[in-house]
């Protein structure tokens, strides 16, 4: 059976052939604000596969958003994978990373395909990161406006803007516990200021857009298609992921604790099938860009050819060859904001081991070792 469900909150890879070609699709509606939700479910029996007898039998709830960390599950529920070795996936869609975080706490979600926020999640303990997501290349970053008094100075980091005195004491819009949050405190450290001299004014990404093309706020941390958009109209980037974060920001797979010691075999699966779409996603970037294009539209979501340029030029896919590599580390975005956050009082000390003790190679270990015909 397969199951179709989106769910909006709040106006926040490569190859493995084995056991991988099933489908189950989730298509959100329109963005909701505040706690309005608005879901719909689709059914279908997934086929016989080989290795079926191995799996529990049980439906994977997936958590993730209609962006492009999600797009390779969307993809492979698509094109029928999941279903065809034997594993019924119900995708779950929220606007961003913290109500996944909520929705995962209440034990509604098995598993999570999401963004930065998932740091706080496995700060927790109870959870166990499986997987690299997506790879943020460029794209996401901190806009001002053109006559702002924070574009007249170069800043201290690369390609930034601003100084001490004309960023201290400014507003940024965006949303908490995200990419653009950690974007803005890294950002006005860069001056010698610290998260105290700056207001963060938590709004969803789309919401925080608006409010600031209309005037609101003196910064605006946010991502594709919004970046593409504020350059196209003149604002000025300040501060650029890469600038922030000093490398490649890599998403995250993370699922709950008894759900990895319960049902590995249904992990792996989604995994590989996952996997497979990452690989197909970078190989084929036309299809790529109808396909999100389409699926991103279908959850009230709009991209322009060049925002959706823009992101496949700014967003990768990991692939089981890059996977747990010298280029990139397993799980080192996690561990890396996670020791911020630390050091911000965003996370307590004491929780940091969790997050560290959360990443687990062991499902990468194994489809590699297939991959490779090892046993």
Same mark, same amino acid.
């Given at each position: 059976?397969?199951?179709?469900?989106?769910?909006?909150?709040?106006?926040?890879?490569?190859?493995?052939?084995?056991?991988?070609?099933?489908?189950?699709?989730?298509?959100?509606?329109?963005?909701?604000?505040?706690?309005?939700?608005?879901?719909?479910?689709?059914?279908?029996?997934? $086929?016989?596969?080989?290795?079926?007898?191995?799996?529990?039998?049980?439906?994977?709830?997936?958590?993730?958003? /209609?962006?492009?960390?999600?797009? &390779?599950?969307?993809?492979?529920?698509?094109?029928?994978?999941?279903?065809?070795?034997?594993?019924? $996936?119900?995708?779950?869609?929220?606007?961003?990373?913290? /109500?996944?975080?909520? #929705?995962?706490? @209440?034990?509604?979600?098995?598993?999570?395909?999401?963004?930065?926020?998932?740091?706080?999640?496995?700060?927790?303990?109870?959870?166990?990161?499986?997987?690299?997501?997506?790879?943020?290349?460029?794209?996401?970053?901190?806009? *001002?406006?053109?006559?702002?008094?924070?574009?007249?100075?170069?800043?201290?980091?690369?390609?930034?803007?601003?100084?001490?005195?004309?960023?201290?004491?400014?507003?940024?819009?965006?949303?908490? *516990?995200?990419?653009?949050?950690?974007?803005?405190?890294?950002? $006005?450290?860069?001056?010698?200021?610290?998260?105290?001299?700056?207001?963060?004014?938590?709004?969803?990404?789309?919401?925080?857009?608006?409010?600031?093309?209309?005037? %609101?706020?003196?910064?605006? @941390?946010?991502? &594709? &298609?919004?970046?593409?958009?504020? %350059?196209?109209?003149?604002?000025?980037?300040?501060?650029?992921?890469?600038?922030?974060?000093?490398?490649?920001?890599?998403?995250?797979?993370?699922?709950?604790?008894?759900?990895? =010691?319960?049902?590995?075999?249904?992990?792996? $699966?989604?995994?590989?099938?996952?996997?497979?779409?990452?690989?197909? +996603?970078?190989?084929?970037?036309?299809?790529?860009? =109808?396909?999100?294009?389409?699926?991103?539209?279908?959850?009230?979501?709009?991209?322009?050819?060049?925002?959706?340029?823009?992101?496949? #030029?700014?967003?990768?896919?990991?692939?089981?060859?890059?996977?747990?590599?010298?280029?990139?580390?397993?799980?080192?975005?996690?561990?890396?904001?996670? =020791?911020?956050?630390?050091?911000?009082?965003?996370?307590?000390?004491?929780?940091?081991?969790?997050?560290?003790?959360?990443?687990?190679?062991?499902?990468?270990?194994? +489809?590699?070792?297939?991959?490779?015909?090892?046993?």
């Amino acid at each position: 059976m397969k199951r179709l469900i989106a769910l909006l909150i709040c106006f926040s890879m490569i190859l493995s052939f084995y056991g991988c070609s099933g489908a189950n699709n989730t298509t959100g509606g329109n963005e909701k604000s505040g706690t309005e939700t608005e879901s719909k479910t689709q059914t279908q029996t997934p $086929v016989n596969s080989e290795k079926e007898n191995k799996l529990s039998g049980k439906t994977l709830r997936v958590g993730t958003m /209609p962006v492009a960390l999600g797009l &390779p599950v969307q993809y492979a529920y698509s094109k029928g994978w999941f279903e065809d070795a034997g594993l019924d $996936v119900e995708i779950v869609l929220f606007a961003s990373g913290a /109500p996944i975080n909520e #929705a995962m706490a @209440a034990k509604e979600l098995d598993m999570a395909v999401s963004g930065m926020a998932s740091v706080y999640a496995l700060a927790t303990g109870l959870y166990t990161y499986i997987g690299d997501g997506s790879i943020t290349l460029h794209g996401e970053a901190i806009y *001002a406006r053109p006559d702002s008094d924070i574009v007249e100075n170069k800043g201290v980091l690369d390609g930034t803007f601003g100084s001490a005195e004309t960023v201290k004491g400014k507003s940024i819009l965006g949303p908490l *516990a995200t990419t653009a949050h950690f974007m803005a405190i890294k950002y $006005v450290e860069s001056f010698g200021l610290t998260s105290d001299d700056f207001n963060m004014v938590s709004m969803e990404y789309a919401q925080a857009y608006q409010a600031f093309i209309m005037g %609101e706020g003196d910064l605006l @941390a946010t991502k &594709p &298609p919004y970046t593409t958009q504020l %350059e196209e109209a003149g604002y000025v980037q300040v501060c650029s992921i890469g600038a922030a974060l000093g490398s490649s920001l890599v998403n995250a797979n993370y699922v709950q604790n008894e759900i990895y =010691e319960e049902r590995y075999e249904d992990l792996k $699966v989604f995994m590989d099938c996952y996997y497979r779409a990452c690989e197909e +996603l970078n190989n084929d970037p036309v299809t790529r860009k =109808e396909f999100a294009m389409d699926w991103y539209a279908e959850n009230g979501i709009t991209f322009s050819d060049s925002d959706m340029d823009s992101e496949i #030029a700014g967003r990768a896919y990991p692939t089981l060859d890059i996977l747990d590599s010298d280029e990139y580390p397993f799980g080192l975005t996690m561990t890396t904001i996670g =020791e911020f956050f630390t050091t911000q009082g965003m996370i307590n000390e004491e929780d940091l081991p969790n997050i560290l003790n959360s990443i687990n190679n062991s499902i990468v270990k194994d +489809l590699k070792k297939e991959r490779t015909g090892q046993s």
